[in-house]
């Protein structure tokens, strides 16, 4: 377990870059790239290739996922 540090850019529009965190057991929307759907997965889940996190309703482009202890 551990907490996992998010990088993430608007996955459709210029934007500055975000920090998002969240402890490795929490739930997180994201959208599955390979089939286009949303899933709910655990943030250790997460994968940049994989997946887009969606937070408020908007859509981001995860660019590194770094995990804490």
């Not at 089939?35 to 859509?59: C, K, T």
Request: hydrophobic letters at 35%; a positive charge.
């Amino acid at each position: 377990m551990g907490i996992y540090q998010f990088v993430v850019k608007a996955a459709t529009t210029p934007g500055p870059i975000r920090r998002q965190s969240f402890d490795g057991k929490q739930r997180v929307e994201v959208r599955d790239l390979s089939i286009r759907v949303n899933l709910q997965v655990r943030a250790e889940e997460v994968s940049p290739y994989r997946h887009n996190l969606l937070l408020d309703g908007d859509e981001y482009q995860i660019l590194n996922v770094i995990q804490q202890h």
